[in-house]
């Protein structure tokens, strides 16, 4: 499965699709996640990004990291008590999502410009 062009992080669309999976129960409790490798080959993103969507989680409490052993699905999922403040950190995350990628689109714009002009120098 791949991330999609929709305009959502892919980061986030990684989140949901794990998300997903942890509810739905193929990815039970105490379950190790596929290490970022694997995770970046299956989503065709980065390391970067996989571990971005892992930091979502692991905000969340849906996960839990284990040093040197790997990142588990916690035993409870924790319940989050005031919804409004997942939803203020989700929003955030989409956010800062959309400023990442509005600085890597100007980044590669500023690029061309650079690769022209010193083109035209030669």
């Known amino acids: 499965m791949m991330v999609e062009k929709t305009g959502r992080p892919a980061y986030l669309q990684i989140v ?15 379950t190790a996640l596929p290490s970022i ?5 299956r989503f065709d993103v980065s390391a970067s990004v996989v571990k971005a969507a892992i930091s979502v989680l692991r905000t969340e409490g849906v996960v839990i990291g284990q ?6 699905v916690r ?9 409004q403040a997942s939803d203020a950190t989700a929003e955030i995350l989409d956010q800062l999502g959309q400023m990442r990628q509005s600085l890597k689109e100007l980044g590669d714009r500023l690029a061309a410009v650079e690769a022209a002009v010193f083109e035209e120098q030669k």
């Open 16 to 30: 949901d699709e794990l998300r997903a999976q942890i509810r739905a129960g193929s990815l039970a409790p105490g």
């Open 37 to 41: 490798a694997q995770l970046g080959e």
């Open 67 to 72: 040093q040197g052993k790997g990142v588990f």
């Open 75 to 83: 035993q409870t999922p924790a319940e989050t008590s005031e919804p």
